[in-house]
Every structure is written in C-alpha cells, then in structure tokens.
C-alpha cells in the first residue's frame, strides 16, 4: 500500500526547510522507525523515519530542495522492499568473456573526471565506496601512490628542455560546500545585530575562589543526592537570574517603538555542536534550583550533540549567557541574540596576582562581558547590572538568600 511520507510540520517561526540528505534510496529495503531523510531548517535538523517496513517507492523532494510544512516528499510502498530488489539485479547486462575480462567499476563523476585527467585506468582502482563504487579520494589516493613516468619514452630527437615550473610534492587541494541552514541563519542574525542595535561592551572581573571552594566542598553530596555533577553554569544562570529580576530593563526587548519587559527569565545558554552555534533555553531560570539548572544544561548537551534537540527548545529566550572559557578565551565581546538586549561572556579561569587589603594574593580571576542595546540600556544600568553578577558570585551565599 502507497503512503505518502511528508515533511514535520513546522512552527511559525519556521518558513521552510531544505532536503538534507536521503537515507534511503529508490527500491532499497528499510524496517519500521529507520531512518528516511533529514529535513534541515534555520533552527534544527528534523528526521523523517519510515512508517513501517517496506520501501521508497518514488522520491519527490532531491536533495537540496526547498521543502514546506507537511509538503509531500515521497511516495513510501509498504512490504515491497523484496520484489524491488529482485529487477534491479535482473536488468544487470551479461557480458561475455570474449568481450572483457573483468567487470568494469563504477565510478562517480569526480572521479572519473580525475581519472580522465590523470590518464588513469579506472580497472586498476579498488573502489572503497558504497557497493565498490570508485570515489574521488580513491583516484586521488591511486594517482599518489602510482611511480612517476621513466624518461626513457621521451624521443631521442626531440631537445631537452629544463623545466622551469615549480613542482609541489602534494596536491593542493580544495573543496566548496554549500552553507548549511543552520549555519546561514547564524550568519544572518549576527550581522542583524550588529546593524540594526546600537551595541557596545562592558567588562569587569570576578573571583572564583568562594565558588570554587563552595563546590570542592559541596560536590560530592551534590552529586549523591542529585546524581548529577554540580558545575560552575548554573551558579552563573542563578546569579544572572537575580541580576535580570533587579534590573528588569536588561531583561526586556525592542518591539519597534515599543519596549516588552518579560516577567520571567528565560535564560540561554549557548552551545557548540557539530552543526553549528545553537543556544537551547532554560525557561523560568528565576525558579530553577542548581540542581534543576545542571541537570538541564547536560540534557541539552547530549541533544546538541546528537543533532536531538528540538525547534521548541531553542525558541525566545530573554537574555543569554555565552561560555568562551571552555575552548581557552580570555577575553572576547559576545554578539547580541536579537530581540535580547544584553548578552554575559564567560572566560578562562586563570590565577593571577590581585591586591586583597594591601596584600598580594594569587587568586583564580574570571573576565566577564557584558554586550548590550545602547538603544534600550544606559551604561549605568549595564555596568551595575554586571557589578551585581561579580558580587553575588563572589558571595555564593547572597544568591540563595536573595541578597
């Protein structure tokens, strides 16, 4: 029975979405659940699985191909994966031995074009691809490996000339991509930022020492009763929190000639994954307990990573706390997340010396970033605001008694 396989429906902040790749292929057997095509959108990259076992009876959507919500992509025939293999290896010509004496080898079309160019052999190649296809980096590899040309077929009256161009032992080797969904998206929110606010950095500097102490002492309870590690994040989402709770300004967002101040604090936290860029949301961060903040902070990791995580998870946000330190940054000027007003970088931790009531102490110092809407925020207000976060994490204890 035919079935149409359409795409996810997206939500509204979601035009379109483009055909990533296909899993499958025309005729190819596949079970219940396996996995189909991926549907790439500005946001996240969506699956489509097959509805039950059988196979793709006709592909409608090619790869890069813009797709719309709940738009037919193919045409999925359940329990016929069996009886489509069966002509495919039917129609495979036979050819007598008179004729060749091995098979001829498939090759793509790069690779035959490098192939024709380097005046290869295509039987001499062992294909490493899918069903022994011949690939690029198998001509490539092949052509490397192969002994230079002797001299001795050169013409005996033909003069010799020197050569005058320069040889490279290597390659030199490039490849053009098209830019992912994800990726351009990215691309074109940061520069809306930097053209449409008006926006500028303030920095300051904060002791970790109480914090760190605080969580030497405390992380081993912390994990038993919580079974999860307790991390430095979520002590900076409390203090952001109340900071945000403080100065509601720094919280809200420019609608036109309008300002929304939200009465929540829906804080993200930006994370790296293989696709880009992607900044999943912790809603009600004024309610959430370290705990809480932890624990979600890893679920969003582990979905970063898998490509898992959902349109939902990464749409709003009031503000949002980026973490340089883990890759080594000392020192950076985040970019805004537009409708937000304000953005925190965090940094390396790094020991260095400071003045304590006339004394020298080496102590683990942290900078911050504070990028903010000089449209919406007043330096006052910005660089009070990040005050309030050096002082409530310099003094763990006034995150908890709201201090």
Known sequence: MATEIKAP????SVADGVVATWHKKIGEACSRDELLVDIETDKVVLEVVAPADGMLKEILKNEDDTVLSEEVIAIFEAGAAAAATAPEAESAPVVSDTNVSAEEPILSPAARKIANEKGIDPA????TGKG???TKEDVV?????????TPAAQVSSAPRVE????????????????????????AQRLIEAQQTAAMLTTFNEVNMKPVMELRSRYKEQFEKRHGIRLGFMSFFVKACAEALRRYPAVNASID??????????D???????DRGLVVPILRNAENMSLADIEAKIREYGKKAQGGKLDIEDMTGGTFTISNGGVFGSLLSTPILNPPQSAILGMHKIQERPMAVNGQVEILPMMNLALSYDHRLLDGKEAVTFLVTIKELLEDPARILLEL
């Open 124 to 127: 001499a190649i062992s294909g």
């Open 141 to 149: 590899r092949h052509a490397e490996q192969r002994p230079a040309p």
């Open 163 to 186: 050569a005058t161009t320069p040889v490279f032992a290597g390659e030199r080797t490039e490849k053009r991509v098209p830019m992912t969904r994800l990726r351009a998206r990215v």
């Open 9 to 12: 429906t997206f939500p509204e």
């Open 267 to 273: 804080i993200g936290v930006a994370v790296s994954s």
């Open 256 to 265: 036109g000639n309008d300002i929304v101040y939200h009465g929540y604090q």
């Open 132 to 134: 022994g296809r011949v």
